[in-house]
């Protein structure tokens, strides 16, 4: 893992498995994870009966998470967010992080339409809901970088890169290696830079366009 989120996120979820089983939703505690709440997400899919997976939903989506594509991800699907050629690979590894209960690591990759591009890490990690069924995600989606145009240039959608399902056992030192994000200004002007400071002023965006006077 190349994120210090990531690997944070990967071994609070290991200290919640008991017995070897996949933790409940119940057992989630966001005071202990507070630094990495902006970039975490829970999943749910509803109809994840007899072996059949629909795409998840997005229950709960972090702010710096709805900021890369600009948009309340609440109620949105997984799926919505990626390529059409990657939907299937996407639904093959959601489906074995549910009915199988094994972690994912999901190398990531985006460009918005003014031709910036994002490296992403995404971790997809099983849940168990009230009733036993695991049919939730607990996971993170962190850029390698945090360059200045995110919130104000949205990433239209995701490509899948790789794929790799660690050990759930793993002890950290093997899974992780605490690799701070960084924040890159590569390829900004400083008229670019400083609009995207002044849009991120009181939480607010400024939009290109409109009606001048």
């Not at 709440?37 to 997005?58: C, K, N, Q, W």
């Not at 997809?124 to 695991?134: F, H, I, K, V």
């Not at 970088?145 to 093997?174: K, M, N, Q």
């Not at 590569?186 to 939009?207: G, P, W």
Request: aromatic fraction near 6%; glycine fraction near 6%; include cysteine.
């Amino acid at each position: 893992m190349k994120t210090r989120t990531s690997a944070d996120i990967f071994r609070y979820w290991q200290s919640l498995r008991s017995n070897g089983r996949v933790p409940s939703r119940d057992q989630l505690d966001p005071g202990a994870i507070r630094h990495a709440l902006p970039d975490v997400f829970i999943l749910e899919d509803a109809d994840a009966t007899h072996g059949r997976v629909a795409s998840p939903r997005f229950r709960l989506a972090g702010t710096r998470l709805c900021s890369l594509f600009v948009r309340e991800l609440r109620g949105a699907r997984l799926d919505s967010l990626w390529s059409a050629s990657d939907m299937e690979d996407l639904s093959t590894v959601t489906r074995r992080v549910m009915l199988a209960g094994e972690p994912a690591v999901i190398a990531a990759s985006g460009t918005t339409s003014h031709g910036e591009q994002l490296a992403m890490e995404l971790v997809l990690l099983p849940l168990r809901s009230r009733d036993g069924r695991n049919d939730r995600i607990f996971g993170s989606l962190t850029p390698l970088s945090r360059p200045v145009w995110i919130g104000a240039h949205p990433l239209p959608f995701l490509s899948l890169d790789h794929v790799a399902y660690p050990d759930r056992d793993a002890p950290v030192t093997e899974v992780a290696a605490r690799a701070a994000v960084v924040r890159s200004f590569a390829s900004q002007t400083r008229d670019s830079a400083l609009r995207q400071v002044i849009a991120r002023v009181m939480h607010l965006s400024v939009m290109d366009g409109g009606k001048g006077r």
